[in-house]
């Protein structure tokens, strides 16, 4: 099921982020790289000129790729690692494991397939957590004898963007949507803001037909659902209300005086904001019921 990003945005102005192209490297290394075989294995791993891969490769062979530059960036430049290769013979649980220097716990894994005869296949695996500065990369042969002939390292690739709109002032919030490709399971969340440096108050990945929500409670504030509308109760007057879809139309928009109000709504999911008199927002998801 395809999911959404929703976003609340503060002011926007325009700053410049630098990002690493994909880097692509032969086995023989050239140009900013160097590669050296570290440990030949039980057959003796060796760069052959005619195929352009490091071949007679076992259990064990490691190479060393000197030096990749991950750049300066909090998260980096990249957040995957890509070979290419070739393994005619049966293998199972077989992988590549990277290491950033000569460590003992890889970054990445890269899963190894079985191929046709001289067919060589791409594959990759994300980094497991965020590298900066320059480093040696090494690469490890488990439980395979595949001939490597291309190691990249690819640059950070968004699986969903998200377009910020100026809001004009410090304290007002606003919200924009991206859809996200089918997602499941538990992952890391890397934000990069591109050309701006706006304020992000909250998150959300919902699906396009959410079903359910709990009810929210946020200190003195108890905001829920109920049939026909939202129900909001305060031990302090409430203060400003906004009333959004999950597409960003706004439904309502008013100042309550009181410690309850009942905001008539269909039925459907919604994004509520109120900001009580100590200034404090407070952002949480409704579902009304029909």
């Known amino acids: ?59 064990g062979t490691k190479i060393a790729v000197r030096d990749i530059d991950f750049g300066n960036e909090r998260y980096g430049w990249y957040n995957q690692f890509m070979i290419e290769y070739t393994n005619p013979s049966n293998c199972t649980d077989a992988y590549f494991d990277i290491y950033i220097e000569d460590t003992t716990v890889p970054v990445a894994s890269i899963p190894v397939e079985q191929t046709e005869e001289g067919e060589y296949k791409e594959t990759l695996a994300s980094l497991k957590l965020n590298i900066i500065g320059s480093h040696a990369v090494y690469i490890r042969w488990r439980n395979h004898s595949a001939n490597l ?50 304020t992000v108050a909250n998150v959300y990945l919902d699906s396009n037909n959410p079903a359910s929500v709990e009810k929210v409670y946020e200190e003195d504030v108890h905001a829920y659902g109920v049939k026909g509308g939202i129900k909001i109760e305060s031990s302090n007057t409430i203060g400003e209300i906004w009333v959004s879809s999950l597409t960003g139309l706004r439904m ?38 029909d």
Not at 9 to 38: E, H, N, T, W
């Open 1 to 59: 099921m395809s999911k959404s990003i929703l976003l609340f945005v503060l002011s926007l102005f325009s700053i410049v982020s630098v990002y690493g192209g994909d880097i692509r490297i032969p086995a023989k290394g050239g140009g900013l790289y160097q590669v050296v075989i570290v440990d030949r294995g039980s057959k003796g791993a060796k760069y052959d000129g005619v195929t352009g891969a490091i071949v007679n490769t076992s259990h």
């Open 149 to 198: 002939k291309t190691f990249g390292a690819n640059a950070l690739v968004p699986f969903a963007s998200v377009s910020l709109v100026r809001t004009g002032s410090l304290t007002k919030y606003k919200f924009n949507v991206g859809d996200l490709e089918s997602l499941t399971g538990k992952h890391r969340l890397k934000m990069v803001w591109r050309k701006n440096n706006a």
């Open 252 to 289: 309502k928009e008013f100042v309550s005086l009181g410690t309850s109000e009942y905001i008539a709504l269909p039925s459907g999911f919604y994004l509520l904001r109120i900001i009580p008199d100590n200034g404090k927002t407070i952002v949480c998801k409704v579902l009304v019921r």
